[in-house]
């Protein structure tokens, strides 16, 4: 079965250091969500795609964050400088169109030390 | 007052036992996701739906638009059954952005 893939699993870096992660979603959705999910609270939007383009990044915090999905395929999350306050998990998922059930990745857990 | 309310925020139950998620939201939507999210973060889409009810094993997912509610049950629960349960609304107030409840973190003891 087709599953959205999502590396690295586990990231511990330092504060103002730059991380990266990155999200492969199910062939042929075009849509592709970014999510942050701080501990005991639900997924909070960062940034939808709808093939290459970005079609909502209302909650991005564009200072630090950056994403790309310059084929329209798979995608990249940066996050320069990271803050402690970053320490979430981020969940990336894919959906053949908006809305259509949205499939998730396993998810980058990120600790910021 | 959140949009998309979760009621109750914790459930424990015994095995075997009839289980209730509510979730209720304030405006009008397009669509409402449930979500299953395990320990360790992986989060498996259980159903999405804009009207009536639908079936997947065990577990039964109905909605009522003009009531502005929702319902997850599982029915003869399981100790796999233990996990978080999301709903998620398309609000047509949000675009396309899904508002999510906060979650009802279910155990279902053996």
């Known amino acids: 079965e087709a599953e959205v893939a999502q590396s690295p699993r586990y990231k511990i870096t330092e504060k103002s250091q730059a991380v990266a992660f990155w999200c492969d979603p199910i062939?042929?959705?075009?849509?592709l969500y970014w999510y942050r999910q701080i501990l005991g609270q639900g997924p909070e939007l960062l940034v939808q795609?709808?093939?290459?383009?970005?079609?909502?990044d209302s909650q991005l915090p564009k200072d630090r964050f950056s994403a790309e999905r310059l084929k329209g395929v798979d995608s990249t999350l940066k996050i320069q400088p990271a803050e402690l306050g970053d320490s979430a998990m981020y969940l990336c998922a894919s959906s053949l169109d908006n809305p259509d059930t949205q499939y998730f990745g396993p998810g980058t857990r990120l600790t910021v030390l | 007052k959140n949009e998309v309310e979760q009621s109750p925020q914790n459930l424990t139950a015994q095995e075997g036992e009839f289980i209730t998620i509510n979730c209720s939201y304030s405006?009008?939507?397009?669509?409402l996701h449930w979500l299953q999210q395990h320990p360790g973060g992986g989060i498996v889409s259980l159903f999405m739906?804009?009207?009536g009810k639908k079936k997947h094993g065990r577990l039964i997912a109905t909605i009522n638009i003009q009531e502005k509610h929702s319902s997850l049950h599982i029915t003869a629960s399981h100790p796999r059954d233990s996990a978080v349960y999301i709903c998620?609304?398309?609000?047509?107030?949000?675009?396309?952005?899904?508002?999510f409840g906060e979650g009802t973190q279910l155990t279902v003891n053996p």
């Open positions: 405006v009008g939507i397009s669509a």
């Open positions: 795609f709808q093939d290459e383009s970005v079609v909502d």
């Open positions: 062939s042929g959705h075009a849509t």
């Open positions: 998620a609304a398309l609000l047509r107030t949000s675009g396309s952005r899904l508002t």
């Open positions: 739906l804009s009207s």
